[in-house]
Structures are given as structure tokens and as C-alpha cells.
């Protein structure tokens, strides 16, 4: 007897089996020893705590804890259930009541769970009691008792397991299933002793395909409710609370596992579901899914779907940190196998509702996944597919922010990162980023900087602004920094972010000194010396920048920003090996950088055959031509060896005139040959109709360096004759020369000199002088003032066409720019043009002369450029006032 103390007893059966308890069996196993009694005593009073008919049951001492599966009676209708009441099920109920009435007391009970079958339709589900709420046992005589376990109901040590313990007040762990009830319901009663139960029944499947070592399912009535069962302390994974804006996503709000790390195995269920899920959100995610998977009592298949996308976050999370420290070829295959788990558990779970919130955040680990991939199209389209209310993690709005700003949508990106923002510094933590939390993770001031840039991508300077300013006012202050950490760097950062606003709002020269200054206090920063590169690039100083480029690698060879803006340089340069090695180096490693990116497209777009045109419709020149159109084309290859060209050329020309219409059409092939500071053109041409001919054209421009580049043409059958002279069969030869002198983009200084010989004789000579200079600029706007000075000569005095002896011209030109659409690469420029001055013909004295233009400028993506415009214009040729209108348009298509 002493050795039968400590023994515990279960009876179980075979999953979805029916037994019929015969009334003599139930008896003997009754008033047999230890399995219903632990020392033999006897209390008659206790028969009604059994029954649940004298209040609460008594604790049973912490020692003996039984193993307990909860009791559930099935309630007939008054119609028999299909399997229902036979004289043996009969007789087994009626001893099971003589049983309970007449037994001794036992200390160690063994509880039975009961899986009723399927009642028809229309069968009522009452309510469960409550466990210290007496109910009579509900019983009729077609009700059969039916014994049953759900399949891994028990893990192989359940019989040891220690129990939770229940509150008067709190319903357990995951209550039973509700038995159906005939047509006039009585109560049932659900048995608990004080000695709470080790194993709850557990929660169901509601639908579906039961997922790998997850509870079997409870059949449910149709037109019934769902049974309720949260799991203490916790909300039901994925559920709506009532005045919640979102829905909840997530499981319990559960960040941290126990202070005391307990036996998992044995504890109660509230207690592992707690850690469970706390080493889930802190890191521990695969630990505790196997943890989970070995008490299938405490979770439900819901739960173990959670926690299995908590763990392919923690492998998403992983293997973005690995891709993002390497730079071998391998770098995202932690990313890939992630994506592989991520579809695996996605097509193993149902496609119920209980499920859409494990989805939706799956969803955000493979939009966070993607994103770290570089696939950022398949990103947002994943992201897309979660429902606006749901909870998304910081994580998975920061990498959605940062492909909408790959894939030049800015408006988009500005959206997200502003709610991530709204989240990361909200109080406590979101229940959506669980998972990201711990260690390295995206912070406050780098969803800022992702906002920063998704502003200055739209031409938002104010706003670009105002977060600069935010993110300065949430920096602690400086000596409270800590010099360990990702903090370390955040005054570099907003230091970094100002000088690059200064130089894009206009004051280049202020930020690239902001720039140098913090290169003298960390003279070896990878991205403050890239910067400062990318800055002087942008000053029309591509030589230069690939020096700072180069000199940079030499100390970070491994800095992929670094080699995009060497490619960038070259390309600019015209240093096609270089650009060539960067492409080769770079490769498809590294999808997921937007500098590579940048670069790739312009590689790109240089590798692609272009077409080129200008159109241009005079009206009202009557002087030159009444009415005159001229198209100028080119086509050109691939390009070949990296620095050749074939093009193909085709000029057409169109002109009423006084003395007649005249057309002139010449085609062309040639090659076209660019290395480093060298450009060398030259084609073979033909003109048709009756003056046509066989010619050629051919050009050279050297740059000396980042400043001057000097340049000179030859054209044996020039296009730029004025159209009278066209009309008097005249043609002639062309050569020219000219010196540039770039200070940057913002100064310019060019200086040519042309002369043309015509076939009637006469030599035509022509100086010109220019100079620019950009007076404003701000975000949106550039204003710049020309000075236009010119002259021109003629030999011959009574030629059929405008032919001055010796004029001069002198003119001012204002121009504004600005920019009315900006959208990443792409946007509209409207240029607004003013210019007046004096012209003086010899012979006819001094006149104003003045036009206006209007132009819009087009970029979209791939480097394709659109431009079209009008212009107006007042010109006084041999003393008559003339004015005219032009139209004009400019396409250069890569393709």
C-alpha cells in the first residue's frame, strides 16, 4: 500500500475510438485500489465534490498530482446520434452513477476526456461550468459515455507532469470541447479537483490540415460558435480586441522569457506559454518551437504556426546581417533558405481565418527578406498583399521604405517609413516587431534617414528639413554618447545628412566643406569620404572624384559604394575599361545596394544602342525662310571593344522661301571612338537631289582635365547654310574650334571660332564668346545669366541670301529653372528664358533684338530624355524687323 501512495494511474484510449463501459467493469475499476485511491481512505462526503455538487473541491497535497485529462459528457438528443444508446451503454451509465454515489473518496482521481461524436446540426452547445460551480450530471439514458484521447494528446512524460494551478475566477488553460446537448439541454458538468490538471484538452484546429506535431482536431458543430479557449495571461493569436484600430498580428504580449528558467516539460501551462513565447520574441525562436512541440498541450496549431514564422524571422533576421557583412557570392544563402522555410510553412498552413494573422506576418519576413535580396519589386509586391490595419514589424516597413525608394517611388516610401517611425518611437515596443528587437536592429534615426532621402527624392527640401531637425533633436547629448555600439555613429550620421542637404539645396560649396572638416576628424569613414567623392563628381570633376575614388578603396577595398561611384565616375569620364571592371567586379553580388543600383543603370544604359533626334519649325523668318523644318538623327550600335561606335546619320531639311521651296536630305555612317579624355567622330556621307554629293564629317575634343577641354570639326558639305543659299544650288565647307573652361557646374567660360567657304566664293567667318554664370539655387530652383557676345564677316557682297558684310551682337539671357515633378530618377524641369540685347549690321546701324523660351525637360528612367519647348524671337536683318516663331523637341532613347 505504501508503494501504491505514489503511484499514478491513467486510463487512456485509442484515439476516435468509441468503448462501451460495460456496468460490472466500471465497478471493479472503481473500487479497485490505487488508481482511484491513493492510501485507501474513505470520506462519503466527498462523493458530491466529485460530482461537482458541494462547491469547490479541496487542494490535493503538491506531492501527489495526478494525471488528469478533463471529463466531457455527451449530451443525446432526443433522436439517437447515430452510434448512440444500446442496452450495454445503457447499463454503463446507470453503474457509472451508482459508481459515483457509492465509492470511497479518491485522493488521486483519474480523469477521463471525452470526444463526443459529431451531433446533428441542430443539437444546442451549452456552456461549460465554471470549475467551482456545482451542476448536476447531466445524463439521459441515450447517451452513451464515451472515452477518448486527441491524437498527441500526451507527451511521453505527461504522466509525471506537475499541474497549473486554476483560480477561482480564471477559466482554464483551453477548456474542453463543448458536448452537444438533446433538445431540452440539461447542464454539464465539467469534474476539477483542486489539484488543478496537468494536461488541459487541447485547443483545435478549427480547419485545415493539422500542421506537423500539432493538437488533432475537435470536430465542431455547423452553425456553432468556435469554443473559447485563451491561454493565460495572453491574447488569442491573431484576434481583433474590441477598440483596437489594427489587428493584432501577433500572439501573447510576451518580449522576455521567466526571470527562472523552468523545466518546460513539467510546468504549468501558463508558465511555459510565457517562456515560450518570451525566448521566441528574444531571440530563442527555434529552441522554443521545439519546446512548444513537446507540450502539445499548451498550444494550439495556431500557436505552433507562430512560432514557426518567429522562427524564419530569426532566420530572415540572421541572414540579412550575414548578406550584409559579406561580399562573396554566398552572401544571401542564410536569405534563401529563410524564403525556402517561409513557402514551406505558408503551403502547410489552412486557408482559414484563424491562420491570416501568421500570414500577414510571414508576409512581412519575406517582404524584409526580398528587400535584404535585392528583389525589391517581389518586396513590395509582397507587402502589398497585407491588409493596411494589420501589424507590420518596424523591420518589414523599413525594408519596404527601402525598395519603394530603390524602385523610385518616394511618395510611397515616405508613407511607410513614417509609420515605422510612429511605431519605433512609441512606448513600449510593438507587438509586430517581436523578433527584431534584440541586438542590432533598425533604429529611430535610421528610419529618419530613410526618410530624409525619400523627401530630397521628391524635391521636398523643407520637409527633408524638418526631419534633420528631428533626428538632431533626438540625439542625446554628446557626452552621454556611447563610444561601443551602433550609437557610436549617429552624430557622424547627422553630420554626414546636413552636408549632403547643404549641397543639394544649392550651397555645394558649404557642404563639401562640411564634408572635408568631418574627413579631417575620421579621416578613414568609408561613407564620409564617398560622400565627399560623390560630391565633387557632381561638380562636373569626374577625374577627380575617380582619384579620391581609387584612393579611398585603397583603404576600404571592400566598400561596395566606393566601387559603384568609381563606376559611375567612369562612365562620366568616358573610362569605359574602368567602367567595364567595376561591372565585372560588382556583378549580380550585390542586387540589394541602391548605389550599385544607380550605377548598373547607367552601365546599362551605355551599353544600349541610342537614338538621338532634334526637330525644330521656324515660322515668320522671312529673311532666312518663311517656313522651315529640319530633323537631325543618329543611331547608334552597342558599343564594341568598349570605346567604338557605328552610328548611323540622316539630316533632312525642309523651307518655303521667296524664291521657291527647297528640301535637302544627307544620310551618313560613321564610327564614333571615346577613351578617357579622347572623342574622335567621323562618317562618310552622301546629300541627294540635284545638288547631292559625297562627303564627310569629322570631329576630335580632348579634355585637358576636369576644367578645360578643347575641341574642332571639319564638314565638307555643311548642314548650317542659310536656306536661300541651299535654293541657289550653293553648298559649302565648314571648320571650326573651340575652349571650354568648366570651373563646375555653376561656371562656364567658351570661346569658338568658325569659318565656312561656299561654293559662290565666299568665305564666312564667324567669333563667339559666352559666358555663364549661376546666380541662385535652392532646392527646386537654379538661375542663371549669360552673357552672349558675337561677330560675323562675309566676302561677298551681293549674294542671293542674308549676307551682312560685318555685324555684331551682344545679349544677356536670364534663365529660371524649375523643378514642377520629381519622383527618384525621374522628373520635369520647366526653363523659362528671357534675353534682350543690340544688334549692329554694318550699313543699317543698331537695333534691339529679344527672344523668350519655354522649355520642358523630361527624365524618366533608363536615361531616356525628353525635351520640347517654344521660343519667340525679334531680329532686325538688313534694317526690316523680323520675328519668328520656333517649336523644337529632343529625344535621346537608349533602347
Not at 447499463?91 to 471525452?114: C, L
Not at 532666312?624 to 557605328?646: H, I, K
Request: some cysteine; overall charge negative.
Amino acid at each position: 500500500m505504501d508503494n501504491n501512495r505514489q503511484q499514478q494511474c491513467t486510463t487512456v484510449a485509442p484515439s476516435n475510438r468509441r468503448i462501451l463501459l460495460h456496468a460490472p467493469l466500471v465497478l471493479l475499476l472503481v473500487a479497485s485500489g490505487p488508481c482511484f485511491s491513493a492510501d485507501g481512505e474513505t470520506e462519503a462526503g466527498r462523493v458530491n465534490e466529485i460530482a461537482g455538487t458541494n462547491g469547490a473541491p479541496n487542494a490535493a497535497p503538491r506531492d501527489l498530482q495526478p494525471t488528469v485529462v478533463s471529463i466531457q459528457i455527451a449530451q443525446a438528443d432526443s433522436v439517437p446520434p447515430p452510434h448512440a444508446t444500446t442496452p450495454i451503454a445503457q447499463a454503463s451509465d446507470a453503474s457509472m452513477q451508482i459508481a459515483q454515489a457509492s465509492s470511497p473518496q479518491p485522493t488521486m482521481p483519474t480523469t477521463v476526456v471525452v470526444e463526443p461524436e459529431a451531433p446533428p446540426s441542430s443539437a444546442p452547445v451549452p456552456a461549460a461550468q465554471a470549475t467551482n460551480t456545482p451542476a448536476p450530471v447531466a445524463q439521459t439514458p441515450d447517451a452513451p459515455m464515451l472515452l477518448a484521447q486527441a491524437e498527441n494528446a500526451q507527451p511521453p512524460d505527461a504522466s509525471t507532469l506537475p499541474a497549473p494551478t486554476m483560480s477561482d475566477t480564471s477559466a482554464p488553460p483551453s477548456p474542453a470541447p463543448i458536448a452537444p446537448a438533446s433538445d431540452t439541454p440539461p447542464k454539464a458538468v465539467q469534474t476539477a479537483p483542486t489539484a488543478p490538471s496537468i494536461a488541459p484538452t487541447q485547443t483545435a484546429q478549427a480547419s485545415g490540415t493539422p500542421l506537423p506535431n500539432s493538437p488533432a482536431p475537435v470536430p465542431q458543430m455547423p452553425g456553432t460558435p468556435p469554443p473559447s479557449s485563451p491561454a493565460p495571461n495572453s491574447q488569442t493569436p491573431g484576434a481583433q480586441l474590441p477598440g483596437e484600430p489594427t489587428q493584432r498580428s501577433q500572439g501573447p504580449d510576451v518580449e522576455t522569457p521567466n526571470p527562472q528558467a523552468p523545466n518546460l516539460r513539467t510546468a504549468d501551462v501558463e508558465t511555459v506559454r510565457n517562456d515560450v513565447f518570451g525566448l521566441a520574441a528574444s531571440g530563442g525562436a527555434v529552441k522554443a518551437l521545439d519546446e512548444a512541440k513537446a507540450r502539445p498541450d499548451a498550444f494550439s496549431a495556431v500557436d505552433i504556426a507562430q512560432l514557426e514564422e518567429l522562427a524564419i524571422r530569426q532566420q530572415v533576421r540572421g541572414g540579412r546581417d550575414k548578406s550584409r557583412s559579406m561580399t562573396s557570392s554566398d552572401r544571401f544563402d542564410g536569405i534563401d533558405n529563410a524564403l525556402r522555410a517561409a513557402d514551406d510553412l505558408d503551403k502547410r498552413m489552412p486557408t482559414t481565418p484563424e491562420y491570416t494573422p501568421v500570414r500577414t506576418a510571414l508576409a512581412g519576413d519575406r517582404t524584409v527578406a526580398y528587400a535584404a535580396r535585392g528583389d525589391m519589386k517581389t518586396a513590395v509586391t509582397t507587402f502589398e498583399t497585407i491588409p493596411s490595419d494589420a501589424e507590420i514589424s518596424i523591420d518589414a516597413l523599413s525594408a519596404v521604405g527601402d525598395a519603394y525608394l530603390y524602385l523610385s517611388e518616394p511618395g510611397k516610401a515616405n508613407a511607410v517609413y513614417e509609420r515605422a517611425l510612429k511605431q519605433a518611437t512609441a512606448s513600449p515596443t510593438d507587438r509586430a516587431t517581436r523578433g527584431f528587437q534584440y541586438g542590432a536592429r533598425t533604429r529611430p534615426i535610421e528610419l529618419r534617414e530613410g526618410l530624409f532621402w525619400s523627401y530630397i527624392d521628391q524635391g521636398r527640401a523643407t520637409d527633408a528639413k524638418q526631419v534633420l531637425d528631428d533626428m538632431g533633436n533626438a540625439l542625446p547629448p554628446a557626452k552621454d554618447v556611447q563610444t561601443v555600439g551602433p550609437e557610436e555613429s549617429d552624430y557622424l550620421r547627422y553630420y554626414r545628412l546636413r552636408a549632403q542637404y547643404l549641397i543639394f539645396t544649392g550651397h555645394v560649396d558649404q557642404g563639401i566643406a562640411a564634408l572635408e572638416e568631418l574627413e579631417k576628424q575620421v579621416p578613414f569613414n568609408a561613407e564620409i569620404r564617398a560622400a565627399h567623392a560623390d560630391a565633387v563628381s557632381g561638380q562636373s570633376h569626374p577625374r577627380q572624384a575617380i582619384a579620391m575614388y581609387r584612393a579611398s578603396l585603397t583603404d576600404h577595398p571592400d566598400s561596395v559604394e566606393m566601387l559603384a561611384g568609381l563606376g559611375r565616375a567612369a562612365l562620366t569620364a568616358d573610362d569605359y575599361a574602368t567602367a567595364k571592371n567595376v561591372d565585372q567586379t560588382l556583378d549580380n553580388t550585390f542586387p540589394d545596394s541602391g548605389a550599385v543600383r544607380g550605377f548598373k543603370r547607367d552601365y546599362n544604359a551605355y551599353r544600349s544602342p541610342v537614338f538621338t533626334t532634334d526637330l525644330s519649325y521656324e515660322h515668320g523668318n522671312s529673311a532666312l525662310a518663311d517656313n522651315s523644318f529640319t530633323s537631325d538623327s543618329y543611331v547608334y550600335s552597342q558599343p564594341f571593344g568598349d570605346n567604338w561606335r557605328v552610328f548611323s546619320h540622316t539630316f533632312f531639311g525642309y523651307a518655303q522661301t521667296d524664291s521657291g521651296n527647297v528640301s535637302r536630305t544627307r544620310t551618313g555612317v560613321g564610327g564614333d571612338y571615346r577613351h578617357g579624355p579622347l572623342t574622335v567622330q567621323g562618317e562618310v556621307t552622301r546629300s541627294f537631289g540635284s545638288d547631292g554629293r559625297t562627303g564627310g564629317r569629322g570631329s576630335i575634343a580632348y579634355a585637358l582635365n576636369d576644367y578645360w577641354t578643347v575641341s574642332g570639326g571639319l564638314d565638307t558639305n555643311d548642314n548650317s547654310l542659310p536656306w536661300k543659299a541651299y535654293a541657289a544650288h550653293i553648298w559649302g565647307r565648314s571648320a571650326n574650334v573651340s575652349v571650354v573652361y568648366r570651373q563646375n557646374d555653376r561656371r562656364e567660360v567658351k570661346l569658338s571660332y568658325g569659318v565656312s567657304r561656299y561654293s559662290d566664293s565666299n568665305l564666312h567667318q564667324e567669333i563667339s564668346a559666352t559666358a555663364t554664370q549661376r546666380v541662385y539655387t535652392s532646392a527646386n530652383q537654379q538661375v542663371n545669366v549669360s552673357l552672349d557676345l558675337g561677330t560675323d564677316s562675309n566676302t561677298r557682297q551681293d549674294a542671293p541670301y542674308f549676307n551682312p558684310n560685318r555685324d555684331y551682337a551682344a545679349a544677356a539671357t536670364v534663365m529660371h529653372q524649375l523643378t514642377l515633378w520629381k519622383k527618384g530618377d525621374m522628373g520635369l524641369q520647366q526653363r523659362v528664358s528671357v534675353s534682350g540685347g543690340v544688334y549692329n549690321e554694318r550699313g543699317f546701324g543698331t537695333s534691339a533684338l529679344w527672344s523668350a523660351r519655354l522649355e520642358h525637360a523630361w527624365t524618366f528612367k533608363h536615361d531616356i530624355t525628353l525635351s520640347y519647348g517654344v521660343e519667340v524671337s525679334s531680329h532686325a536683318y538688313d534694317g526690316e524687323r523680323e520675328r519668328s516663331e520656333t517649336g523644337f523637341m529632343s529625344v535621346n532613347l537608349p533602347f
